[in-house]
């Protein structure tokens, strides 16, 4: 079965930086677009990041300048390096692979379990 494995999550204090990693395994066969979703108390899961299969990246307004997404995908890995971190980006974060899995044989999306960062003084 195909899974998605978040790290990386903690307690940082405003400024400071974290780097999350996502690992996908299982039976994979291919995989296109992978990202990186938020849900903060109370509210919607937001789209943070995307990256496509080639390269190419999308980044929602609020992190613009201060996260980088990429992806490795020898490793199936897809990172997010947050920098410039505030209160506001405290959030579960998780990852999100659109992918083909060899036993179902078409494109779906994935989820991982997500991982808890924490922004505070």
């Known amino acids: 079965q195909v899974q998605l494995v978040e790290s990386g999550g903690g307690l940082v204090q405003p400024g400071g930086s974290l780097r999350l990693s996502c690992a996908a395994s299982g039976s994979i066969f291919s995989i296109n677009a992978m990202g990186w979703y938020r849900q903060a108390p109370g509210k919607q899961r937001e789209l943070v990041a995307t990256?496509?299969?080639?390269?190419?990246?999308n980044y929602a307004d609020s992190v613009k300048g201060r996260f980088t997404i990429s992806r490795d995908n020898a490793k199936n890995t897809v990172y997010l390096q947050m920098n410039s971190l505030k209160p506001e980006d405290t959030a579960v974060y998780y990852c999100?692979?659109?992918?083909?899995?060899?036993?179902?044989?078409?494109?779906?999306?994935?989820w991982g379990k997500g991982t808890l960062v924490t922004v505070s003084s």
């Open positions: 999100n692979a659109d992918l083909v899995d060899l036993v179902v044989g078409h494109a779906m999306d994935y």
């Open positions: 990256i496509a299969s080639r390269g190419s990246t």
